[in-house]
């Protein structure tokens, strides 16, 4: 009973050590996470560290630049993605700039969301369109030919990998999941219905977190063409929180301060 009672209080306290990215490394396991390819949790944590560091001033991260560059490359969505949110968290680094530039060109939306707001970081508008995508629903397509079976309805909230269908494929089943986070706005392809490579099937509306940071940067790189876009927001949407109004409406008088007399 007494080693029953202890693993019951040691187990979740391990999957929170292991899980929690706030955990300080040093530098040697910092170096050792960096190179864990088989454990992608790890180099998470490494690059969370980092981050963290940046923003807490500590130069000594500059030697673990070249490492944040080279992972901005991994096969991995979820480290792409975490590369990309510490390349923001230091403005003036060449190298962060040039990564983050080519980082708007990748497959995963996450990934180019969170380079549009680095970029905006580092004093570039490069990632304007992505920013405004963000602020409008996200249409997810068909990679392969099937029969659809919807798992999810209209209001349903979802997350980056959240099932949302599936495709029948002769014998085979292919998962459809969300690479966003968000609601479900509609179904553009019916249950059962036959579906080709290409096929709009759902559209997912932006999560308000999405919607917060997508404003904010437009405070610095919007233009007056983004306010009509930006106003739907300011006159408030019903599934938003207040503060998304607010922060658009500021939005909308930054824009406006910066047109030309």
């Known amino acids: 009973m007494l080693i029953f009672a202890v693993l019951l209080v040691l187990m979740p306290f391990l999957f929170w050590q292991s899980t929690w990215f706030g955990r300080p490394l040093d530098d040697q396991q910092m170096a050792e996470y960096l190179a864990a390819e088989d454990k992608p949790r790890k180099i998470q944590h490494a ?16 030697r673990w630049y070249p490492e944040v560059v080279r992972l901005a490359g991994h096969p991995m969505a979820e480290i792409r993605i975490t590369a990309a949110w510490v390349m923001g968290q230091q403005a003036g680094v060449p190298e962060f700039h040039a990564t983050l530039l080519q980082l708007l060109g990748d497959r995963n939306p996450m990934v180019r969301r969170n380079a549009a707001l680095a970029l905006v970081r580092h004093g570039d508008d490069s990632g304007r369109a992505e920013l405004l995508a963000m602020l409008q629903p996200y249409a997810v ?16 909230t979802v997350n980056p990998g959240t099932l949302l269908a599936r495709l029948q494929q002769g014998g085979e089943v292919l998962e459809v999941r969300s690479p966003v986070p968000g609601t479900v706005k509609r179904w553009v392809a019916g249950n059962l219905q036959t579906v080709v490579p290409g096929d709009v099937l759902v559209e997912i509306s932006p999560s308000p977190e999405m919607v917060w940071e997508a404003l904010r940067a437009l405070v610095l790189v919007g233009q007056p063409e983004d306010l009509e876009l930006v106003n739907r927001y300011a006159s408030g949407v ?14 909308i008088r930054a824009i406006r301060t910066r047109q030309p007399e």
Not at 238 to 251: C, F, K, V
């Open 47 to 62: 690059l969370a560290q980092i981050g963290d560091r940046m923003v807490g001033g500590d130069t000594s991260v500059r």
């Open 141 to 156: 397509k068909a990679t392969a030919a099937g029969t659809l079976q919807h798992r999810l309805q209209p209001a349903n």
């Open 238 to 251: 019903p599934e938003m929180p207040a503060r998304i109004a607010l922060q658009a409406a500021e939005t």
